[in-house]
């Protein structure tokens, strides 16, 4: 129906021109001259209008005109065209919005101050043409093609096609959708339109809409501020409810866009109209009722949120959060509904408007009567007929009757309630008041000139629309301490109040400002709450709205299949990462040297493990080797102390005391294993224990081979003892140890040990440890040990069975077959054991094997020293009988 009525309208309020002259379009090539006579020949022109104007509801004849069109009735008529006859005149329909008629009479208002003003416009008197659109865009546009031709017939007269009845300035639309349909028709004749209510950002295209102004910030700032707004209070799962049209689509496309990019989702975005079918308006209440996002976020007309509200309050929802645009969060009339207590949106800031609510009561029977529009608001206001007779009977479409009765003279404007009369809250009669004035200060530009200190302004002066139109671009001025200024887009400086529907004491629900939006600040200070808020159900804590609860500190956010980003799961860092934020997409890994803590929220310094005296394995090992020290130390002294004795010496003294020498350095290298490692300490303790270990070796070898060369010595005409006597045991002893030595020598200047932070044996600590440097030297170090313990062990073993009562070869047989089982089994311990067990082994390893020499070699001959003394003696050891 809109858009024939659209196509209707377009074709009717056109003032068409009827060409009557004589150049007509033929095939002759005379008609291609007369064609170009056509500039020249004007006055052959002539104008009619083909349709019937409509009547203006406020008009008045002035110097220069201003035109406003105003949404006062919510609906036109449904009329059904046959396509046959002429339609009639569209009508309008429905009760007046007492909201638009304020700012329709707030124009008038501003008008008439302005034409008793001696400042601005001095001399010259505005008139206005105040038109009713009834909120459809067909009625929209025709009277936008009426102000565009002319604004009376009699600019007709005489077949004149002169444009000297448009208007200047078009102040209006109250809707978006309107307000584009009209700048597409007035914009390309230059005629400026300035809004005080159209927030659409499309309209800021001044490619499309060249002559399109608003005094109301664009729904790109306001959109913005929403999103910044849902952000700060850490709501990140929200429905979404809009108009379908410019107003509701493009805002909610603005608000989503800004939304998307500060993280927040949407669960669902649904779209409705004040003329849909009813069963449209129910499925979206559906939706809200089922949906589980507690934010819903309404970029819906007051009209049209109205009906949602109305139906919602058939069947209780559960409660929700309403973030209102301006365009209904302001408006005191949609405060009735008491389940959206807790609301908050931003919208105009407050004014005051000197002798506006004077103005608007001063309404006398007979004033109202002059205008049917306030005829008909007067009826409704006070429930009477203005007429003669004193009774009268309303049939409505219900078939209920309504008894009227007719006004009296009585009714006083001041009694009744109403958003007409409600002066508290002027927000947007602000921006009507706004933009006359802004048109008046470019009219003013125009024809007027200063002089001497004076301003003379000549009303003869005839302009045309596109000469305000260039001087309103450049207006800037301040009215009753507002600043009016366009940029170049034609918007103003972006400024909200943030509202909030609080209840008050006596259970009204009323609107608060508690809070600012500058867009003109620098980022990150536009946005500012004075006061408390409260929030639904008249909460005081803000309410939750999320599709999954955030994350702690030490878990990672991991998407839900199917689901948009702000439905996850909080899946545990994986070993060795944390996360030290809430809501973290990744967990990162700690430094090498550090490790996360339990929570896995923090990396703290991984704890450093070496074998230390102040553990308890540590002391027990320090002490086998102390005690074992002591041991070959008492063993000397015992030796020394019967140095005389057969049994000392019958088994080399010399080789003996070197033997417990190189045992007492071999437990005590084992104390350099423990402790913290550092670089002396790494060289010492392999190339100390290398060396010793040989020392102790080449003396069991040394003893091996004088047992060996005594028995052989024995045999007739032997004389093996002249080549390895003592000289040729100590040069025995010294050159294999000097090869130890060299050994350890090359190792040390090639690549020695040292100390070295372990961090991959374990990952949660760190083991300070040795590194060998080169293990080619230290596996020198150790096969150079084990080849002397086997070449000793052979050459024990064959000396096993010599005849003696005292046969040592035995011992030291026993000892080496200790010693190589100790460094045979430590070859595969020594590898495997993780941390300071490596170390723990080896020392065990260097301590079972110095206890099996010492104890397997000396303790047989102390023993009989101490507690067996009549066994020392030569005839005794001489005896080959006895075991």
């Known amino acids: 129906m809109e858009i024939s009525a659209f196509f209707i309208g377009l074709i009717l309020s056109l003032g068409l021109c009827e060409l009557n002259s004589a150049l007509a379009v033929n095939t002759s090539g005379d008609g291609l001259k007369q064609r170009a006579g056509v ?11 083909q349709s019937t104007t409509r009547l203006p509801a406020f008009s008045m004849d002035g110097d220069y005109v201003i035109g406003g069109v105003f949404a006062i009735h919510q609906y036109e008529q449904t009329v059904t065209h046959n396509y046959t006859t002429m339609p009639e005149q569209q009508r309008c329909t429905g009760s007046i919005d007492a909201r638009e008629l304020r700012f329709s009479r707030a124009m008038v208002f501003a008008i008439e101050e302005i034409n008793n003003s001696t400042e601005l416009l001095s001399g010259i008197k505005l008139g206005y043409q105040v038109h009713d659109s009834c909120s459809a865009v067909p009625l929209a546009m025709h009277v936008a093609f009426q102000l565009a031709n002319g604004l009376d017939p009699v600019f007709y007269t005489g077949n004149n096609c002169s444009q000297s009845g448009m208007v200047m300035a078009i102040v209006g639309e109250s809707g978006s959708t309107r307000s584009i349909s009209m700048s597409r028709i007035v914009g390309p004749f230059n005629i400026p339109l300035v809004s005080h209510f159209a927030t659409c950002a499309c309209l800021s295209n001044k490619q499309q809409y060249p002559s399109f102004f608003r005094t109301i910030p664009s729904d790109q700032f306001q959109a913005d ?18 108009s379908d049209s410019d107003y509701g689509n493009n805002g909610m496309a603005s608000f989503l866009d800004a939304a998307q990019k500060e993280g927040i989702c949407v669960e669902y975005s649904v779209s409705f109209h004040r003329t849909h079918p009813q069963s449209k308006i129910q499925r ?8 589980t996002a507690m934010v ?4 819906v007309a007051s009209t049209e949120l109205r009906i949602l509200l109305e139906e919602l309050s058939r069947e209780p929802s559960p409660p929700r959060q309403w973030i209102g645009s301006e365009s209904w969060v302001t408006n005191p009339d949609m405060l009735r509904f008491s389940f959206c207590a807790g609301a908050i949106g931003f919208g105009i800031l407050q004014s005051v408007i000197p002798g506006l609510r004077e103005y608007l009561l001063d309404l006398s029977p007979s004033k109202v009567a002059a205008s049917p529009v306030l005829t008909e608001f007067w009826e409704d206001a006070f429930n009477c007929r203005l007429g003669k007779s004193e009774k009268v009977v309303l049939i409505f479409n219900t078939g209920a009757a309504v008894d009227e009765y007719v006004c009296d003279g009585t009714e006083d404007i001041q009694t009744i309630k109403s958003q007409y009369t409600d002066t508290s809250q002027l927000r947007i009669t602000n921006m009507v008041y706004k933009a006359v004035y802004a048109i008046a200060h470019a009219i003013h530009n125009a024809v007027c000139q200063d002089t001497n200190s004076t301003t003379q302004c000549d009303k003869n002066i005839r302009i045309e629309s596109k000469h305000v139109l260039t001087q309103l671009k450049k207006v800037n001025f301040s009215q009753n301490g507002y600043d009016v200024s366009f940029d170049a887009n034609g918007d103003p400086v972006a400024t909200y109040e943030l509202v909030n529907w609080q209840k008050s004491n006596s259970g009204s629900i ?24 409260t929030w639904v159900e008249g909460g005081t804590q803000v309410p939750v709205s999320v599709c999954s609860n955030s994350c702690r500190p030490g878990t990672r956010k991991v998407l839900q299949k199917g689901k948009p980003i702000c439905c996850y799961d909080c899946i545990l860092c994986p070993e060795g990462e944390i996360s030290n934020v809430t809501d973290s997409p990744d967990c990162f890994p700690c430094l090498k040297e550090f490790w996360p803590n339990a929570e896995r929220d923090t990396c703290f310094p991984k704890p450093v493990e070496f074998l230390s005296f102040d553990e308890v394995l540590g002391i027990i090992l320090a002490a086998f080797s102390v005690g074992g020290a002591c041991l070959a130390i008492i063993t000397a002294a015992v030796f020394f102390h019967h140095k005389t004795s057969p049994i000392v010496r019958a088994n080399n003294s010399e080789l003996s005391f070197l033997l417990l020498f190189s045992l007492t350095l071999c437990f005590l290298c084992s104390l350099t294993f423990i402790g913290a490692p550092s670089d002396w300490s790494c060289k010492l303790r392999h190339t100390a224990f290398g060396i010793t270990f040989v020392l102790c070796i080449s003396c069991v070898l040394g003893k091996t081979i004088v047992v060996l060369m005594a028995f052989k010595a024995t045999l007739p005409g032997s004389n093996v003892m002249k080549w390895f006597g003592p000289p040729q045991q100590r040069m025995t002893v010294v050159s294999f140890t000097f090869i130890q030595v060299l050994i350890c020598t090359i190792w040390l200047v090639v690549s020695p040990p040292f100390p070295m932070k372990n961090l991959t044996v374990y990952k949660e600590r760190i083991i300070l440890e040795c590194a060998l440097g080169s293990a080619i030297g230290f596996w020198a170090v150790l096969g150079y040990i084990g080849l002397l313990a086997a070449f000793c062990l052979v050459l024990a073993v064959l000396a096993r069975k010599l005849p003696d009562n005292f046969n040592e070869a035995k011992l030291i ?6 010693f190589c089982a100790v460094w045979i089994t430590f070859i595969p311990a020594y590898v495997s054991s993780p941390g300071k067990f490596t170390v723990a082994v080896e020392i065990f390893a260097i301590l079972a094997s110095s206890f099996g020499l010492i104890l397997c070699i000396f303790a047989p001959k102390c023993f009989i020293i101490l507690f067996k003394p009549e066994k020392n003696t030569k005839k005794h050891l001489m005896n080959k009988n006895q075991s």
Request: charged fraction near 20%.
């Open 225 to 242: 501020a929403l999103a910044k707004l849902v952000k700060h209070f850490g709501w990140t799962w929200i429905g979404a409810v809009r």
């Open 39 to 49: 500039s020249t020949e004007a006055s052959s022109v002539k104008c009619k209008l």
């Open 284 to 291: 979206v209440a559906d939706i809200i009722r089922r949906s």
């Open 296 to 299: 819903i976020v309404a970029f």
């Open 813 to 818: 047989t026993f000892s080496m077959l200790i």
């Open 510 to 533: 009323e609107m608060v400002t508690v809070g600012y939006y500058d867009a003109s600040l620098p980022v990150g200070q536009e946005f500012r709450i004075n006061k408390n808020l």
